[in-house]
């Protein structure tokens, strides 16, 4: 079935530096990347949606400065997190948008866990 | 706005019980789809099922059933004869249609905490 990896699993950075995340479709073409944040013990917020060759659309009150997203290709999707401070520490986590005949929808990486100190 | 609401917050049960986690959703739109996910400590989410608005025929998957009743909104999920290994973050969501041949985003509802105690 598809897969989507996400990296890194967990990352520790310090206060003011930035970070990537990747998230890679490994036998399909994703054509449209959702990603979300966590925070502990609540729920799943969509951050933005981006589309391969398109700026992201970014939902009400997500920085796009501080979360830049891009998604040059069919098959890489990015989330770097700039100038992270310890507000940012979260559980980030990608998503690929199926075909309607998709049984799954969708197809979830499985997250990166963010620490910022 | 599309919306998912799952009023339990946090559910104990003891092995062998069966359990209910409750689902209502809100949405404008006649084409939908209702998910359900699983998510375990490691933070993965666990894909459990997908139904379409067209389709309110109940299933059962092993130990897993869900109830979907587009009369009250409601797409509720039971595990029966419950197990410590159940014990996770369960999420119910909801994507409208985007039109043509793929969904739209994705609102999941607060989730419900289930620890099943041996």
């Known amino acids: 079935g598809a897969v989507v990896s996400q990296h890194p699993s967990w990352v520790i950075c310090k206060s003011g530096t930035s970070v990537k995340i990747e998230c890679r479709s490994l036998?399909?073409?994703?054509?449209?990347m959702f990603w979300y944040r966590q925070f502990p013990k609540q729920s799943l917020m969509l951050m933005a949606t981006?589309?391969?060759?398109?700026?992201?659309?970014?939902e009400q009150g997500v920085e796009k400065d501080k979360f830049l997203i891009n998604h040059a290709s069919l098959t890489l999707s990015t989330l770097t997190v700039t100038s992270a401070h310890p507000e940012d520490s979260s559980f980030y986590i990608c998503?690929?948008?199926?075909?309607?005949?998709?049984?799954?929808?969708?197809?979830f990486g499985s997250g990166t866990r963010l620490t910022v100190v | 706005a599309q919306k998912v609401t799952q009023a339990q917050t946090e559910i104990s049960v003891v092995e062998k019980e069966d359990v209910t986690l409750d689902c209502v959703y809100e949405t404008r739109d006649t084409t939908y789809y209702l998910f359900w996910y699983k998510q375990p400590p490691s933070g993965e989410l666990v894909f459990l099922i997908r139904?379409?608005?067209?389709?309110?025929q109940n299933e059962i998957s092993g130990r897993y059933s869900w109830n979907f009743q587009k009369s009250t909104s409601s797409f509720n999920f039971t595990i029966t004869a419950s197990q410590v290994v159940d014990s996770a973050v369960y999420f119910c969501a909801l994507s409208e249609n985007a039109g043509g041949t793929s969904y739209g985003k994705l609102t999941f509802g607060q989730g419900t905490i289930l620890t099943v105690h041996p």
């Open positions: 036998d399909f073409q994703a054509t449209t």
């Open positions: 139904r379409n608005s067209f389709d309110e």
């Open positions: 998503s690929a948008r199926g075909s309607a005949r998709s049984k799954y929808g969708y197809t």
């Open positions: 981006s589309n391969e060759g398109s700026k992201a659309t970014y």
